[in-house]
């Protein structure tokens, strides 16, 4: 079991900045790998990005590449997305999520991740 908890959305306008944290209890934190999702209101889940469970091989989708960057500190049990150039259609909610290697190999897929934390509301004006 792993409890994630997310921190550091909030209001910007457009080509702001935010840093957004996981926190994750448990110690095999650091056995699974990790990724950030976002849902727009009436939308489904979108991929945002992922990382290893050892801190390589980033991975971002298209509309974020390049302006996102996920990290991680296994020894800390936390994980973060730094978001710069922020824009309008960046504006939902975003999940920090757990995949077990035993429980799905997409990492751009939302039914292979086990955990997930509540959810921190990042909102982009014009």
């Known amino acids: 079991q792993v409890d994630l908890v997310e921190s550091g959305g909030g209001s910007v306008e457009t080509g702001g900045s935010l840093r957004l944290s996981c926190a994750a209890s448990?110690?095999?934190?650091?056995?699974?790998?990790m990724g950030w999702f976002r849902q727009a209101p009436g939308k489904e889940y979108d991929f945002v990005a992922t990382?290893?469970?050892?801190?390589?091989?980033?991975n971002y989708a298209d509309s974020v590449k390049g302006r996102f960057t996920i990290s991680r500190d296994n020894a800390k049990n936390t994980m973060s997305l730094q978001m710069t150039g922020l824009k309008p259609e960046d504006t939902a909610i975003y999940y920090c999520?757990?995949?077990?290697?035993?429980?799905?190999?997409?990492?751009?897929?939302?039914?292979?991740?086990?955990?997930w934390g509540q959810g921190t509301q990042v909102t982009v004006s014009s």
């Open positions: 990382l290893s469970a050892s801190g390589s091989d980033p």
């Open positions: 999520a757990a995949r077990p290697p035993w429980y799905g190999d997409r990492r751009d897929d939302p039914n292979s991740y086990a955990y």
């Open positions: 448990g110690r095999i934190f650091s056995t699974y790998a």
